[in-house]
């Protein structure tokens, strides 16, 4: 089975500078998709962005960047010039291709504080 | 937002009662799912749906069920509220497409006295 292992339950980071999430998965797949998903205190999560395992090239959402790593099994998530709103638990997951039917599976989230 | 909605937001209610939550999607997703947060915000799968009439259990033993009787209709209910069961939930759905990104509700809150 699939695992997703995020090894730093909290993190912080002050408003304007950059930090990176990390995220590491066990499979023996190798047609896969990860995700980064971001849940703020509200409690609705959100996609933030989305990398194919097919894909060489690291996918960009603004100032959300991942440096994907298919050998060492490694999807790190980089917020550059961090803002207040980005204050929030940040989940990594992973999804098989070879099924439509198969649920994420989740990491267990590092919470993000942006500091003033 | 993604069209996906919860009711309750916040439920508090005493041991023995039956409660349901529901969760409804407007995107048309053959997929639904069901996720107990733990306090330090784990998410922990307790059902999921791959269309109308059909369930299965997830990875955490639950002593609520499902129904999918609709689409867009998803509810989790708890014959006989426990304390044990007071947790955050959340619904969320997909598409049988991949990438299949699941969309997730903004949660119900549950406290059970």
């Known amino acids: 089975a699939q695992t997703v292992t995020q090894s730093q339950p909290e993190m912080s980071v002050q408003e304007a500078e950059t930090v990176t999430l990390s995220c590491t998965y066990d499979?023996?797949?190798?047609?896969?998709?990860l995700f980064w998903y971001k849940q703020p205190p509200s409690r609705q999560m959100i996609l933030v962005i989305r990398?194919?395992?097919?894909?060489?090239q690291n996918a960009t959402e603004n100032r959300f960047s991942v440096n994907f790593q298919k050998a060492a099994k490694s999807f790190s998530l980089k917020i550059s010039d961090s803002q207040l709103g980005d204050a929030a638990m940040y989940f990594c997951?992973?999804?098989?291709?070879?099924?439509?039917?198969?649920?994420?599976?989740f990491g267990k989230g590092t919470r993000l504080s942006v500091i003033a | 937002e993604a069209d996906i909605y919860q009711t309750p937001r916040y439920l508090v209610i005493g041991t023995g009662k039956k409660i349901t939550l529901e969760c409804s999607q407007t995107?048309?997703?053959?997929?639904m799912y069901w996720y107990q947060q733990d306090p330090g915000m784990e998410l922990h799968l307790i059902h999921y749906?791959?269309?109308?009439?059909?369930?299965e259990k997830g990875d955490l033993s639950s002593e609520s069920t499902v129904s999918r009787i609709r689409t867009e209709h998803f509810p989790l209910t708890l014959e006989s509220a426990r304390p044990s069961h007071t947790s955050q939930y959340l619904c969320?759905?997909?598409?049988?497409?991949?990438?299949?990104?699941?969309?997730f509700g903004p949660g119900t809150r549950l406290t059970v006295l």
């Open positions: 990398q194919e395992a097919y894909k060489q």
């Open positions: 997951a992973y999804r098989s291709a070879r099924s439509g039917n198969t649920p994420l599976v």
């Open positions: 969320a759905s997909s598409t049988g497409w991949l990438p299949g990104e699941q969309f």
């Open positions: 749906s791959y269309g109308v009439n059909s369930t």
């Open positions: 995107m048309g997703h053959d997929k």
């Open positions: 499979t023996s797949e190798s047609d896969y998709y």
